[in-house]
DNA sequence: GCCGTTTTCGGCCCGACTGTTTTCAGTCG
């Protein structure tokens, strides 16, 4: 069983204990192990099934027992007790917002509401209002969520690269204004996590309702929300809520600490300043016994308050950040700049939009020092499949190129399909002719994981293998990852000096942050490639880079930020 | 239900907003 079918049953059962008025403590205890074991980078029904599920923090005797009891019998026996003293229906009542436990209790005991159907007659019927503590107003919004779920399911996250698109945008008109002081991106966007489900603007400035009102005239806006001297809230054309809120340039550092989260990370550091007597805010740190606020100026200053060095925003995910902080252990993250090469780009051989001159020279003027051009294998499909005679003309032609340009290596590579059975789609002839091969898995995703851990394996030990491409397979928002066994595979990957990447497309992010750590921590060489399929994309370097540092990785853990003199003798082919 | 540089019992993050209320509970991020 998934870590996330173990989360969403614990977390069904969070909801049930609520919805029968159970201690909220309970409750809250459950829904931060559906996190914790949704977010494990390992299989929980293993350690489950070793008794182990308990090295999860937040996963104690008792869940243990309920995630094996699961596991047996495809249901927590506290669940099916529950589900038949209350429908299990009124589960799904409270993902409408505005909507908990309590209410959905509430409506159940007195009108009889048990499923979203039964809501919405009652709603339409102006039944909810003869409840105490129920108006007219939920009538309205039960409505409206209703129709949105039918039409478009519920709360929608997109990727970061499309909400940097518009967030920077902002940011940077912004900052244009003689009204502006600061003005910085906070949320999960500055983060750089995956996806995102909004944006948030903090800023200071010298006239706030002209900042505010420049927001809302933006012409991104489409529906205009709040306004005023404490900020802005708009709608953009394609959907994206943006929230942009004003401080005076003391609290400005509170105000970024706050709303750059994660939510985990400020429990956990307001954890902290309660055991040191203090409590934090958004708006200040205050000193609990004598009211004292201190405000900040800058985040940094807020962490020094807990007696913390900065923290950056990658790390904040209230795992082990605060420890290691407090120790003096943060890493030293690797940055843009740092990278010295790009290892895995295609051209109008394969599927590619431009031609080799073209991204050899976008690779140049980006200050590279290598790059290798891995142009996809025989098998690839959509008319898209380059045949060895074909790649080794292509090598040919490199290799002229590389002669003839000065201060960057280039590198006749390709990306080779591994095939079900672990193969490559080139004979080891021809493989022998290139500079640089990625083998990555295109086809035949369904597979057990066993096997497909064996197909990758495989190639991992490949003699003329230097890099893993995409591990997983899985694309953001759109596509699950391939099942697999990462220990195995990274144990592997060490012991035969196999690359793997960490590739940059914002779809992919793939190794995601959990597995480039564990990665590293085996001892896994890792590299970050864009697979860039047009000039233009060489720029997702940036992505790539940031689940290298959401993983805490510094240069010394990313191959490609060595010089092709130090890089080059990685590969496997230059050994004996 | 979980957990321990105040602890194996007694706590468990903070504030804003909303809708419904004459002072607050519920919900959310």
Known sequence: MRNAEIAAALGELATLYELDGANRFRVIAYREAARVIR????????????????????????LQMKIVALLDEGEIPAAVKLKKKLPATLVEITRIPGVGAKTVRKMYDELGIASLEDLRVAASEHRLRGVKGLGAKLEENVLEALDRIESEGHEERRLLSETLEVGEQLVETLRQLPAAGRVELAGSARRWGETCK?????????DPEALADALLEHELADERRSGGAGGASIRTHNGL?????????????????HFTGSKEHNVKLRE????????????????????????????????????????????RHGEGELAEAENGELPNLVTVEEIRGELHCHTTLSDGKNTLPEMVEAARRRGYAYLAVTDHSASHGFGNDVQADALLERAAEIRDLDAATKRMKLLAGSEVNVMPDGSLDYED??????????????????MSAERMTQRLISAIEHPLVDCIGHLSGRLLLKRDPYDLNVGPIFAAAAANGTMIEINANPRRRDLNERNARLAADAGVRIVIN????????????????????????????????????????????TRA
């Open 39 to 62: 977010d494990c980078p390992h299989s929980v029904a293993e350690l489950a099934r070793e008794g182990r599920a308990t090295d999860l923090q937040g996963v104690g005797e008792t």
């Open 198 to 206: 909004d944006i948030d603007i903090v800023a200071t400035a010298t």
């Open 241 to 257: 809520k943006v929230d942009l809120r004003i401080v005076p340039p003391a609290e400005f550092g509170n105000l970024l600490q």
């Open 272 to 315: 902290r300043a309660l055991g040191l007597g203090l409590s934090i805010s958004e708006h200040g740190v205050t000193e609990t016994e004598t009211g004292k606020v201190q405000t900040c100026e800058t985040e940094a200053e807020v962490y020094k308050a807990v007696g913390l060095p900065y923290i950056e925003p990658e790390l």
């Open 429 to 446: 002839e021809v493989l022998a002719q290139l500079d640089w091969v990625i083998a990555s898995v295109h086809t035949s995703f369904r």
């Open 530 to 573: 864009t697979d860039a399929h047009q000039t233009a994309t060489l720029d997702n370097m940036r992505y790539g880079v940031a689940t290298a540092r959401r993983a805490g990785l510094g240069a010394a853990q990313i191959a490609n930020t060595r010089s092709w003199r130090s890089f080059a003798p990685l590969r496997k082919r």
